[in-house]
């Protein structure tokens, strides 16, 4: 199933009648955070395509009219569309006192734990626990940086050890310079900075149904 992923960056030719043709065959939109409202409706609205969200620590600030309106947001959630299973993790390292989408590592721990039953629920019914975590922030030492704010989160590795999803998409980290590493396989996740955008292809596994 191809996919767009969009992260922290407007791509204008995304937001322009072109998107048509960028976008050709996509069924279904990831978007990793930090995008203004009217970019992502209007990804929604003219591929008539579910989202699927999470926030990042930019976004929000204010107040609920920040939150798109044609998507689902999936933090601390699990959703399955089309055979494949969803779950998201929202926000960055906290960096400052004004804490709004920012979690200390402790916090985000406890935000994965608060996701376990979901993921647990899922290796009983489908045999895995999931496909897909968006996340806006990445994983500890994984296209993160070492200044405080784009450091990445160590919890989001052991999610990765732990319940091997087969992506992890994120944003947060902004790239400049082409040569950047944007996609790097870890075990048995693929994890991508989604910055601006790409289109992946993920096939849906065939699921063994508990009924
Ligand atoms: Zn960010």
């Given amino acids: 199933m191809k996919v767009l992923t969009v992260s922290d960056e407007v791509v204008e030719a995304l937001h322009s009648p072109a998107l048509a043709h960028y976008a050709q065959g996509v069924e279904a939109i990831l978007a990793c955070g930090d995008l203004p409202v009217n970019y992502l409706d209007y990804l929604v609205s003219m591929l008539n395509v579910p989202m699927f969200y999470v926030m990042g620590n930019h976004g929000g600030e204010g107040g609920e009219g920040d939150y798109p309106e044609g998507g689902e947001n999936v933090d ?6 089309k055979g494949l299973l969803i779950a998201g993790l929202e926000g960055a390292q906290r960096y400052n006192n004004k804490p709004h989408f920012q979690y200390t590592e402790n ?105």
């Fill in 76 to 81: 601390l959630r699990v959703v399955e569309y």
């Fill in 107 to 211: 916090e985000m721990r406890a935000r994965i734990a608060a996701l376990t039953p979901a993921l647990m629920l899922n290796k009983a019914r489908y045999g895995r626990y999931l496909d897909v975590l968006i996340t806006h922030a990445p994983p500890h030492l994984i296209h993160d940086s070492a200044d405080y704010a784009h450091r990445g989160f160590k919890s989001f590795v052991w999610f990765i050890e732990h319940y091997q999803p087969r992506y992890l998409i994120h944003g947060h980290v902004h790239v400049y310079d082409k040569r950047e590493e944007t996609v790097t396989v870890c075990g048995a996740t693929t994890i991508v900075n989604a910055y601006g955008y790409k289109i992946l292809d993920i096939a849906p596994i065939k699921s063994r149904m508990s009924t």
